[in-house]
């Protein structure tokens, strides 16, 4: 994690400085499962948009997950298994 105005080289999502905060859980209405929320929960998911691994679908919301995010979280995180996106 970085505060803005770090360097640019540095990884991880930039996180705003505002009211919200750092973490909360929060339970996903459609899926019945809890997920990150706060602001570290939302910086995560615009880079993950960002780099492309994930698609904002025009419902509210919803994001896809891309063949290049799941190859890249697998890679980022030693993961050695993720469903394939849908079409």
């Known amino acids: 994690l970085r505060r803005p ?4 080289s540095s990884r991880g999502p930039d996180l705003p400085p505002g009211q919200r905060p750092l973490t909360r859980p929060c339970l996903d209405w459609s899926e ?9 929960g939302a ?10 691994w994930l698609t904002r679908l025009p419902e509210p919301r919803i994001v896809r997950l ?3 995010g799941r190859d890249g ?15």
């Open 5 to 8: 105005g770090r360097s640019p």
């Open 32 to 40: 019945k499962r809890p997920h990150l929320a706060g602001a570290l």
């Open 43 to 52: 910086a995560l998911c615009q880079q993950l948009v960002d780099r492309r």
């Open 66 to 68: 891309s063949s290049a």
């Open 73 to 87: 979280l697998a890679r980022t995180f030693g993961l050695t298994h993720i469903p394939d996106p849908a079409p």
